[in-house]
T-cell receptor, first 112, second 116 residues
Framework: QKEVEQNSGPLSVPEGAIASLNCTYS??????FFWYRQYSGKSPELIMS????GDKEDGRFTAQLNKASQYVSLLIRDSQPSDSATYLC????????????FGTGTRLKVLA | NAGVMQNPRHLVRRRGQEARLRCSPM?????VYWYRQLPEEGLKFMVY????????ESGMPKERFSAEFPKEGPSILRIQQVVRGDSAAYFC??????????????FGPGTRLTVL
């Protein structure tokens, strides 16, 4: 089983809709979870971090964490064509040192 | 520019040559991480360094790859005798000087290595 799993997509949503991106992880003791956005040919950009169960909102973005289900999601409200990118989920695991494990990313397409 | 700096942004090498990739962390950051990303694939951890120390190199190929972060100057990822399979984007990230699970990593623009 992969340590961090994401649906590769593409996930297509119409402009103005809510985009829901999901991520599951296998390490039960993970404590920190991150969402990065990566435009084609560019580097990953941190958009959200979440450490506690529940929801965390920042502008149009909401991260949701459920440690019991080992599940973290990212909701993007009022999706815009400029949100079209690949969204990477990262989980911080401890194996002697803290290390990020990235999912392969979900490609989001927002249709105008 | 207080962000993570990487150079060169693009590097072309012939098979058998050496590639040197440089990374300067954000101001105030002392932890550096190197990742490799192949086209249409995710980020793969390679190595984690602090000043003058390699903390975790579990993602580094056993041969031809090495990394350092000297007391002065940038971190360097060195690939000797490059092969076509080394063609990828190499990203550096940095985080603050604290070994915590809550540390956020910030990425540089990457170096795109092409091996002819």
């Amino acid at each position: 089983q992969k340590e961090v799993e994401q649906n590769s997509g593409p996930l297509s949503v119409p402009e103005g809709a809510i985009a829901s991106l999901n991520c599951t992880y296998s390490d039960r003791v993970s404590q920190s979870f991150f969402w990065y956005r990566q435009y084609s040919g560019k580097s990953p950009e941190l958009i959200m971090s979440i450490y506690s169960n529940g929801d965390k909102e920042d502008g149009r973005f909401t991260a949701q964490l459920n440690k019991a289900s080992q599940y973290v999601s990212l909701l993007i409200r009022d999706s815009q064509p400029s949100d079209s990118a690949t969204y990477l989920c990262a989980v911080n695991i401890y194996s002697g040192t803290y290390k990020y494990i990235f999912g392969t990313g979900t490609r989001l397409k927002v249709l105008a | 520019n207080a962000g993570v700096m990487q150079n060169p942004r693009h590097l072309v090498r012939r098979r058998g040559q050496e590639a040197r990739l440089r990374c300067s962390p954000m101001k105030g950051h002392s932890h550096v991480y190197w990742y490799r990303q192949l086209p249409e694939e995710g980020l793969k951890f390679m190595v984690y360094l602090q000043k003058e120390n390699i903390i975790d190199e579990s993602g580094m190929p056993k041969e031809r790859f090495s990394a350092e972060f000297p007391k002065e100057g940038p971190s360097i990822l060195r690939i000797q005798q490059v092969v076509r399979g080394d063609s990828a984007a190499y990203f550096c990230a940095s985080s603050p000087p604290s070994s915590s699970s809550y540390n956020e990593q910030f990425f540089g623009p990457g170096t795109r290595l092409t091996v002819l």
